[in-house]
């Protein structure tokens, strides 16, 4: 059983809205965590796009906060993603991730990733 | 933002050397510095995290120092299966903030 897992569209046609999933086993979405999305575009590093706690309460990169929205089911154990407008410059591996205080918000746990491609 | 900056970008070297990663912040964050080690096509595993602490599981021969801005990743004997990218991050502020990768190459 994969701890995280993301789901979503492989492929989104420019200015619509990406939308991914993030499925949560072997814990509660409820728990004490950030959940984080990071995406990684072909070739290049990291790049954090936001975080949401058990709460509700959000923290978004501001180089895409005009864009971006997170929220959680906690009913379902998911946490989601909403990308709007989309380009090319989008294309990217989305991750899931949680992060604890305990480590100093670290990166404990990851998704295995997910292509997204946005191409007409 | 805060900018990680990491050195080098990519380094060959052979089965058994010890190699030397830094990671330098472009302000003080404390000890909110964490290490992943990335092979093509996963997703990043943490190593170490708070600067220094080995992350459960991760074998002894990584280890981590410094804190403020300045920080190193260090393989004590680079074995075949070290071969990947490795990222610095900062979680001292949002947004958070990734190093651009030290690639390890097989010399």
């Known amino acids: 059983q994969v701890p995280l897992q993301e789901s979503g569209p492989g492929l989104v046609k420019p200015s619509e809205t990406l939308s991914l999933t993030c499925a949560v086993s072997g814990g509660s979405i409820g728990s004490s965590y950030w959940w984080s999305w990071v995406r990684q575009s072909p070739g290049k590093g990291l790049e954090w796009i936001g975080e949401i706690y058990h709460s509700g309460s959000t923290n978004y990169n501001p180089s895409l906060k005009s864009r971006v929205t997170m929220s959680l089911d906690k009913s379902k154990n998911q946490f989601f993603l909403k990308l709007t407008s989309v380009t090319a410059a989008d294309t990217a591996v989305y991750y899931c991730?949680?992060?604890?205080?305990?480590?100093?918000?670290?990166?404990?746990?990851w998704g295995q990733g997910t292509l997204v491609t946005v191409s007409s | 933002d805060i900018q990680m900056t990491q050195s080098p970008s990519s380094l060959s070297a052979f089965v058994g050397d010890r190699v030397t990663i830094t990671c330098r912040a472009s302000q003080s964050i404390s000890g909110y510095l964490h290490w992943y080690q990335q092979k093509p096509g996963k997703a990043p595993k943490l190593l170490i995290y708070a600067a220094s602490s080995l992350h459960s599981g991760v074998p002894s021969k990584f280890s981590g120092s410094g804190s403020g801005t300045d920080f190193t990743l260090t393989i004590s004997s680079l074995q075949p299966e070290d071969f990947a990218t490795y990222y610095c991050?900062?979680?001292?502020?949002?947004?958070?903030?990734f190093g651009g990768g030290t690639n390890v190459e097989i010399k």
């Open positions: 991730a949680r992060s604890s205080t305990s480590c100093y918000t670290c990166f404990q746990q």
């Open positions: 991050q900062q979680t001292y502020n949002t947004p958070l903030t």
